[in-house]
Nanobody, 115 residues
Framework: QAQFVESGGGWVQPGGSLRLSCVAP????????MEWYRQAPGNERELVAR???????YYSNPVKGRFVISRHNAKNTVYLDMSSLKPEDTAVYYC?????????WGQGTQVTVSS
């Protein structure tokens, strides 16, 4: 089963910014929604942001006002622009679509926020 491929993570100081990218294993033209998740050590995977094919957007409370999700259907890609990063944003970030492709989770991309 082809997987999502996430990239763009890294180490950044508090207050910094990163842009994550995720390439889907197939066309996302007719996918209802694309989603970003994150999983910190010892925690369950949590939904961070969602963008529907009609442009509807959801952000979880911890990231609202700091993260921006977008999608480029022609590139089968979804982005997550993260700013004003905090140490509590440290996690592995994953993407998927909704409904979820359970067999297509990628390796994720590590984001570490520390001084």
């Amino acid at each position: 089963q082809a997987q999502f491929v996430e990239s763009g993570g890294g180490w950044v100081q508090p207050g910094g910014s990163l842009r994550l990218s995720c390439v889907a294993p197939g066309s996302i033209d007719n996918v209802y929604a694309m989603e970003w998740y994150r999983q910190a050590p010892g925690n369950e995977r949590e939904l961070v942001a969602r963008i529907t094919k009609t442009g509807g957007i959801y952000y979880s409370n911890p990231v609202k006002g700091r993260f921006v999700i977008s999608r480029h259907n022609a590139k089968n890609t979804v982005y997550l622009d993260m700013s004003s990063l905090k140490p509590e944003d440290t996690a592995v970030y994953y993407c998927n679509q909704f409904p979820t492709l359970t067999e297509s989770w990628g390796q994720g991309t590590q984001v570490t926020v520390s001084s």
